[in-house]
DNA sequence: TTGCAATGCATCGTATTCCTATGTATCATT
DNA sequence: AATGATACATAGGAATACGATGCATTGCAA
């Protein structure tokens, strides 16, 4: 069983700065394994998704690059900039408040604070 | 403060759903309002969000609408189809099924089961 | 009484973003 | 030799939320 894929939208980058903030740093791949295992393969993180996601991170400054070769293979890591690291921490405690406005929205009787 | 319009995507249609499981039939208006009251306005649904998710909530067969009168002016009744009740149980159950992964893979310090 | 805010419906075009499909290449195992 | 896993990447398509805009009624305050 996979979440329907627009459940991800909005969440992708999120998680891949989250991983990063914990990990320190990881490459594309690393990351598309961690979450599958970590989400018990409920989340699939596609290639095509996520090589998008890393490039526009690093355009707007919040992830920094180093190449390095393992073999004769290229491996790309990611780590988090100062920048980065601020918003991190804004987006995750951002979803995590959406999270309970919505659990509120969807079951009005548990709303009694 | 409003929640980035991202993370709305995918919950959207989930929210308009449950609401009317909950409440028998609501109407256009009558939604925007009670997800900004429920959601203490943090969650604010634009006319160009909801119609379009309305309709197409018609077309799927989810919802049945009724139109009345109130004075000159037109009211727009949406209520839950017997297919759409079985689809909005599904869908909030996988949102909410989301949610956990998601604090798992987050958090991975809590992953600890 | 005039004008503005709220109520109430709707659509068009845009931006975002995730995916499928595809391509390239290395490496380990069979 | 072939296959699957590792590893990067992009082009094109689909879905969906929003901004802007439009129309009409109603209630209230200046």
Redesign the interface.
Known sequence: MT??K??????LT??IL??LE?KGRMYGYEITQE?KK???E??LIKEGSLYPALHKLKDDGLVATETEMIGNRVRKYYSLTPDGSITTKER?K??????E?????????S?MV
């Open positions: 979440y329907s627009e459940l991800l939208k909005g969440t999120t998680i989250q991983l914990s979450v970590l989400s018990d409920k989340i995750v951002e979803l995590n408040d959406f999270f406005t919505l659990k509120i929205v969807l079951n009005p009787r709303a």
